[in-house]
């Protein structure tokens, strides 16, 4: 049984969303914007925010589409009205951010009744060696940029997932998950692509901590990465729907004669 890439887990989980006012929570330098792109069904608008201004100017500069902006601005106070834009995204960030409860309580103010808000998050469970791999290097990673003054967590496991999301109390959820587990763990290509990412963090290591042991354990990694290989972490994407409130459930049933 060969097990569904990520593009195709994304094209289920994304497929039969209408976007229209699309909210792209903690953009980076856009990348997801892609994957939105090709997988929603449809959309008006997209709209890209980060805290992190040069990722906001590396995004306008990659991205530069009518449909689609960027905008610098904070997650836990995001600058746009109760109920005033359609479809809300947050992809690979839970772990990054410092108040994960309060941006997706900003992420649900802003959606409407209806709305869908869609949470794609790695996760730490249920991973072959090659993948144990790929989560070392990462927890490292994290590691590095909390030496240097970063908010990056330890990924979640699959049920911490879950409860983050649990507390935005969405209705209509469905969960997809991508597990990489047919992709060659020697492939060279993607070896090459992780060891560029190790030696990227080698060099901000070196340039700003003096974190000898840090260091060590990027050599360790990088000669692990060699030994056994690399297989990307496993992906959670959760989707669900933002609930009516209870009077406009009544309002917009057939029939019915009041608040429940
Ligand atoms: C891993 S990157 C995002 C990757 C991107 N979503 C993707 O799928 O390609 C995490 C991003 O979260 C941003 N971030 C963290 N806390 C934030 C906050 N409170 N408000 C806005 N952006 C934040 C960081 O600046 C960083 O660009």
Partial sequence: ????????????????????????????????????????????????????????RTAQCALDHEDIGFIHMDAECLAFRDESLDTVNLSFSLHHLADAPRVLGEMKRVLVPGGHAIISEMHRDGQTEAQLVAARIHQWAAEVDRALGTVHRRTHTHQEIVDHVDALDLCDVALYEFIDVDSDP???????????????????????????????????????????????????????????????????????????
């Fill in 186 to 260: 020697s492939d060279a290509a993607a070896i090459e692509g992780v060891r560029g990412y190790i030696d990227r963090f080698m060099l901000r290591l070196r340039g700003a901590s003096t974190d000898r042991a840090l260091a060590q354990r990027g050599e360790e990694l990088r000669r692990q990465l060699y030994q056994v290989g690399f297989q990307r972490e496993p992906v959670l994407v959760v989707v669900g729907k933002k609930a009516y409130p209870r009077t406009q459930i009544a309002a917009r049933s057939p029939g019915s004669s009041g608040p429940l």
């Fill in 1 to 56: 049984m060969t097990h569904p890439t990520l593009a195709e887990v994304l094209g289920q989980a994304l497929g039969g969303i209408a976007g229209k006012r699309v909210l792209h929570v903690c953009t980076a330098e856009g990348g997801f914007i892609h994957a939105l792109v090709e997988h929603l069904e449809s959309y008006a608008r997209i709209i890209g925010i980060d805290a992190s201004l040069d990722a906001v």
